[in-house]
């Protein structure tokens, strides 16, 4: 695990303000780690994992906001990893296979309760919202699911040449910011 030095942003998350600033005084402190569960597949194929991450955490002396930095793959308030994520919204988009059926391939427990049944509402979240990749731009009316192919899309252009399997979606997806 990097130290609290190393792993300092260069920017407060909240409000922008630079990190350091040669003869001034620090404006992101170290503020401690925090524990957080992820979801992740450590292979091509579902299931997912449960693994815990550490993350660190930095107090901004401007605005007060919290930055948090974890290891690559981590997306703030996500449960499931990037990689995961982006596998997710491939399945639903370009297989195309029912949100049930990606939802029981990539969770990490077997059983399916009854509030699981029907949709599964974080695909179209995911591809409304995931803030990833940091510049895309969405055309007005598009469906969910063709912004999930938009997505998928981009890490796939990163991947290294091969099919545009989930291998790729995983390798592509971490060569983006
Ligand atoms: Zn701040």
């Known amino acids: ?12 998350g909240a ?22 569960q992820l979801y992740e597949l450590l292979q ?3 299931p997912s ?7 660190r955490r930095y107090f901004c002396v401007r605005c007060s906001g919290i930055t948090m930095v974890g290891p690559r793959g981590v997306v703030p308030r996500h449960l499931y990893g990037l990689g995961t994520i982006l596998v997710a919204l491939w399945m639903w988009s ?16 077997r059983r399916s309760g009854d509030a699981c049944i ?3 509402a974080s695909l179209e979240r995911w591809a409304r919202r995931l803030p990833w990749p940091n510049k895309l731009e969405l055309p ?12 998928v899309q981009v890490a796939l252009s990163y991947a290294p040449t091969g099919p545009p399997d989930a291998a ?3 390798a592509g997806c971490v060569q983006v910011a």
């Open 118 to 120: 029907g949709r599964w």
């Open 94 to 109: 370009m297989w195309p296979l029912p949100a049930p059926k990606v939802r029981d391939a990539l969770r990490p427990w």
């Open 49 to 55: 994992k449960t693994l815990e991450v550490v993350l």
């Open 168 to 170: 790729a979606v995983m």
């Open 1 to 12: 695990m990097p130290s609290a030095d190393a792993a300092r942003p260069s920017r407060c």
């Open 140 to 151: 007005p009316g598009l469906r969910p699911r063709e912004m999930a192919r938009r997505r």
């Open 15 to 36: 409000c922008g303000e630079p990190s350091r600033v040669v003869g001034e005084a620090l404006g992101l402190h170290g503020h401690g780690l925090r524990a957080r």
């Open 44 to 46: 091509t194929a579902g």
